[in-house]
């Protein structure tokens, strides 16, 4: 008969010395495995006497039992070492002040936009979005375009295939400009409404000027009495505030949009320099000419009636600006293009640096 609590406090001191999981593994397959010692003492229990048995068999199960828990503690406790130490060499003191000199810099497109929402904010305007994907309801046909409407050609429009109507039936497309946020933003908030809506924008065409995906940003201001004297003033002290002169001056050239009534087109007045567009002054002094900027207009009463509000009580005025000219010419980039390409190069030599916040009380281009 063999003196199992002897073999038992070895097995016991040997699992409990194993370096890793294979060493433990090792000891499981020597103890219990098919050709384990205690393996084969339980072989022997069949060969025994029932006598025999009763005496030994307990104390060989009592054995197994032993060497199985000390075997599944020991597991555990390897397997909590080896996260304590995975989580330890991943540990990130998030406390540290940033890298001194940072890789990487803000495109000058998110620049604009936070320079806008700045300027914007001082006027009391929040930001609103807006989903890329759109249906034709919120594009087009809400702001006044409908279906048979030659507006809707002159859009370039990328569409979804028809599998992909929504539940409405509505055929879902890449918006094509900002202007279903106003319709967006008048359903889901009460007035009065002060809004910008800077985003992508999606239109089928490509050159040096135009690329299939580009930037807006809409403004939107619903209330009692708007008229076109606070349009004029809006869009008047957003130039100034961006440009950071005071010599801007807008011309509103009669326009048309289906969604507002009347439309105004916005030039500015500018002139060339070292083959750089420098805006201000009026266009028509000396040296100046004028540069058409945005659409803009008092809000179609139709578009205020499709959104459920009264257009005898509610009025207001929308403009609508492409962000990556604004920062064309404020910037100096003559090439919309290369806006999107990523060039490392393109993107040190005109990007942002991270901390550099706009705010108006410090410079609004940081
Ligand atoms: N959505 C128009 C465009 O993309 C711009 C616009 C917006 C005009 C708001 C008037 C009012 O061309």
Known sequence: MSDYPAMQARFV??????????????????????????????KTLGGMSPEERQVQGP????????????????????????LEARLAGERLDMTLPADAAPRGSVHPVSQVMDELAEIFADMGFAVATGPEIEDDWHNFTALNIPETHPARAMHDTFYFPTQMNDAAGRAMLLRTHTSPVQIRTMMSDEPPIRIIAPGRVYRSDSDATHTPMFHQVEGLVIDRGIHMGHLKWTLETFLKAYFERDDIVLRLRPSYFPFTEPSAEVDVGYRQEKGRRIVGGSGDDEGHAWMELLGSGMVNRRVIANCGLDPDEWQGFAFGVGVDRLAMLKYGMDDLRAFFDGDLRWLSHYGFGALSVPTLSGGISA
């Open 13 to 42: 001191a040997d699992i409990g010395a194993a370096a890793d999981l294979d060493a433990l593994e090792a000891l499981r397959v020597a103890a219990l495995g098919k050709a384990g010692s205690v393996s084969a003492l339980l």
């Open 59 to 82: 104390q060989i199960h009592a054995l197994r039992e032993a060497v199985t828990t000390a075997i599944a503690d020991r597991k555990a406790a390897l397997e909590g070492a080896a």
